[in-house]
């Protein structure tokens, strides 16, 4: 089965599987499970995460009344918001999206780092939940991007802001980026 598919508005979806390849996290902190829509022309994706029960923050936040954690939900929205911008550069670059998978290394040249986020939680998230994690860029230069986020779980706004995201150089803890081995 192809990880591409239409969508309605002229955009397209990703499956988990090209998701992983598009980004450097991994489980248990990749954030979000799928691109449900991407449109190039308006700046805009659409990520789905889903809680499950056995999800390692769960279980500690809190016993008996578990919730997922409001700062995990920001960090689901600048994933999601940081893979639009990945998707972005590799259509600028003239990448099909077929070919994403193949061609990122070529855009993974800097690491995203979030910047600056102003977010407000309007309602808790619980295991069984699907949250959508919507981005829409606002602002974008070489080195910086600000989007306007929103998460929704079932049509209800959960939590909404603003998120600015910088582009820096790869590093090794430890090393300055002038002891790095160029590429």
Known sequence: MSSLFTTADRGFALDGLTVRSLMPHAYPFQMFDKVK????????????????????????????????????????????????????????????????????????????????????????????????????????RADMCRCKVCAWVDGREVSKGQLTMAKIPWQTPGKAASELPSS
């Open 37 to 140: 829509s991407y449109d190039h022309e308006k700046g805009r994706i659409v990520a789905i995460k889903n809680i499950a029960q056995n999800d390692p923050f769960i279980q500690g936040h809190f016993p008996g009344n578990p919730i997922f954690p409001g700062v995990l939900i920001i960090e689901a929205l600048a994933q999601a918001a940081g893979c639009g911008w990945v998707i972005y550069d590799l259509m600028e670059k003239g990448v099909a999206p077929e070919d994403f998978a193949a061609e990122v290394k070529e855009v993974m040249t800097m690491a995203t780092i979030l910047a600056e986020s102003k977010i407000k939680h309007t309602n808790p998230v619980f295991p069984g939940d699907q949250i959508e994690l919507e981005a829409f860029v606002e602002f974008r």
